[in-house]
């Protein structure tokens, strides 16, 4: 009967690991040239490892017309599927997850940039890691492992290199990668997180982590190799480095 309740386990195990379901948050802003491969990557590897998902396109007002691209794709691979929650104007990363948790039906969101510079080839290695250890959040790290970064030269690997470093002495999260975007939360644990959050911008994913630290969340990681964007502007420029340590400042004031 060991053996029974053992088989009896793991098959119930199995069941609750198929009712995962897996809600993608894919905010975009001018993105009409990378959108089309970011999904067909997603449908790919999601349909490979069998898992159950959506993706969730939020689209900022893009003037290039993203968003019409985006119902081409609703056509094509269904509604369930490719779901459209656009917005009228740019009103940043951190108001484009509050609006896409509120339509997720997942139990799992996984965040990630649709200018290919995160590969969904990565996903169900985040979710294995995320069974393995039951984490609340796992994250991708291009700073620890095999992970890296590709396309980008010297002046940014060192603001990003700087930029990490800095944030590790200072706020000691206990996690090697802090200004990446791309991650997998249980649904409930972004929710409290999100609500917590100030920052804007860049120093949005930084505080996620640091918040998520202090709440006791535990926090898995998955090295990844990062590419620079394949189509369009980088949108890191002088500004976006200030605000960033001004936002690490404050931080590290009030934690």
Same mark, same amino acid.
């Given at each position: 009967?060991?053996?029974?309740?053992?088989?009896?386990?793991?098959?119930?195990?199995?069941?609750?690991?198929?009712?995962?379901?897996?809600?993608?948050?894919?905010?975009?802003?001018?993105?009409?040239?990378?959108?089309?491969?970011?999904?067909?990557?997603?449908?790919?590897?999601?349909?490979?490892?069998?898992?159950?998902?959506?993706?969730?396109?939020?689209?900022?007002?893009?003037?290039?017309?993203? %968003?019409?691209?985006?119902?081409?794709?609703? !056509?094509?691979?269904?509604?369930?599927? $490719? #779901? *459209? =929650? +656009?917005?009228?104007?740019?009103?940043?990363?951190?108001?484009?997850?509050?609006?896409?948790?509120?339509?997720?039906?997942?139990?799992?969101?996984?965040?990630?940039?649709?200018?290919?510079?995160?590969?969904?080839?990565?996903?169900?290695?985040?979710?294995?890691?995320?069974?393995?250890?039951?984490?609340?959040?796992?994250?991708?790290?291009?700073?620890?492992?095999?992970?890296?970064?590709?396309?980008?030269? %010297?002046?940014?690997?060192?603001?990003?290199? !700087?930029?990490?470093?800095?944030?590790? $002495? #200072? *706020? =000691? +999260?206990?996690?090697?990668?802090?200004?990446?975007?791309?991650?997998?939360?249980?649904?409930?644990?972004?929710?409290?997180?999100?609500?917590?959050?100030?920052?804007?911008?860049?120093?949005?994913?930084?505080?996620?982590?640091?918040?998520?630290?202090?709440?006791?969340?535990?926090?898995?990681?998955?090295?990844?190799?990062?590419?620079?964007?394949?189509?369009?502007?980088?949108?890191?420029?002088?500004?976006?480095?200030?605000?960033?340590?001004?936002?690490?400042?404050?931080?590290?004031?009030?934690?």
């Amino acid at each position: 009967t060991g053996r029974q309740s053992a088989a009896s386990r793991k098959s119930s195990s199995k069941r609750q690991a198929n009712k995962d379901k897996y809600s993608v948050l894919l905010p975009t802003y001018n993105e009409r040239e990378n959108l089309p491969l970011i999904v067909w990557l997603l449908v790919k590897y999601f349909g490979e490892s069998g898992y159950d998902y959506e993706i969730i396109v939020i689209d900022d007002g893009s003037p290039d017309g993203t %968003l019409q691209v985006a119902q081409q794709l609703q !056509g094509i691979y269904g509604a369930h599927r $490719v #779901l *459209l =929650r +656009p917005r009228e104007k740019k009103l940043g990363l951190g108001t484009a997850y509050i609006h896409g948790i509120k339509h997720a039906t997942g139990n799992f969101i996984i965040i990630m940039d649709a200018d290919l510079s995160h590969h969904p080839k990565f996903i169900p290695e985040f979710i294995q890691k995320q069974k393995e250890g039951g984490f609340d959040v796992v994250s991708g790290t291009r700073y620890s492992g095999n992970g890296g970064v590709y396309g980008w030269d %010297l002046r940014r690997k060192l603001i990003s290199r !700087g930029a990490n470093f800095l944030t590790q $002495v #200072l *706020l =000691r +999260p206990g996690a090697s990668d802090l200004t990446g975007s791309f991650r997998l939360y249980k649904k409930e644990v972004l929710e409290q997180l999100v609500d917590r959050c100030v920052s804007k911008g860049y120093v949005f994913q930084m505080e996620m982590i640091v918040r998520a630290r202090q709440l006791g969340y535990s926090i898995g990681e998955v090295p990844i190799s990062f590419v620079d964007r394949v189509y369009g502007e980088s949108k890191l420029g002088g500004n976006e480095i200030v605000s960033f340590l001004k936002g690490l400042l404050t931080l590290f004031a009030t934690t």
